[in-house]
């Protein structure tokens, strides 16, 4: 089996991403390259807390969105 074969299928807002077998939201956000403490994620319609970002597992097929936090004044 090939890698590629091996990766998740993940869809993030809206678009289609492979992530390794294994990784968690922790892991997701630092491949976008976004800061945690700046997001919000929603796996499968269900808000994700922050303090479980390193422990929750993503699986093939998961849908997660993340919203960014802007601050300004």
Known sequence: MSELAQRL??????????????????????????????????RNLEIVPRSQYATTLLADGDAIEIVHFIGGG
């Open 9 to 42: 299928k993940l869809t993030v807002n809206g678009e289609g991403r492979d992530l390794p077998p294994g990784s968690s939201v922790a892991d997701l956000l630092a491949e976008i390259g976004l800061a945690a403490r700046k997001v919000a994620v929603e």
